[in-house]
């Protein structure tokens, strides 16, 4: 089992920057790869970024390319998701989540575990 804590949300501006963290417990997460999905009222949810379990390997949704960043901290059992120049349609909840076996998956349903999410606002 792998329990999953987003954290970092909050009200900003558009423009403005946030960094999500992702802490795990009870399983290393170097063993999985990370995702970051969010939802948006109304809307459905979306893939926006992983990172695979070694972390040299990243991917974005279009929508967030050049403007959001994924790393980890195998440390620290920990992934961040750096978000600059938000806009209002980042506004959503974002999740995290973790998957095993291979690949890169896009699609939450081979997410295995998920967090509890942590609210992104931006402000126009």
């Known amino acids: 089992q792998v329990q999953l804590v987003e954290s970092g949300g909050g009200a900003v501006q558009t423009g403005g920057s946030l960094r999500l963290s992702c802490a795990a417990s009870g399983r290393t997460l170097s063993n999985y790869v990370m995702g970051w999905f969010r939802q948006a009222p109304g809307k459905e949810r979306e893939f926006v970024s992983a990172i695979s379990p070694n972390g040299d390997s990243t991917y974005y949704a279009d929508a967030v390319k050049g403007r959001f960043t994924v790393s980890g901290d195998n440390a620290k059992n920990t992934v961040y998701l750096q978000m600059n120049t938000l806009k209002p349609e980042d506004t959503a909840v974002y999740y995290c989540?973790?998957?095993?076996?291979?690949?890169?998956?896009?699609?939450?349903?081979?997410?295995?575990?998920w967090g509890q999410g942590t609210q992104v606002t931006v402000s126009s």
């Open positions: 989540a973790a998957a095993g076996g291979v690949g890169i998956p896009r699609g939450g349903y081979a997410y295995s575990y």
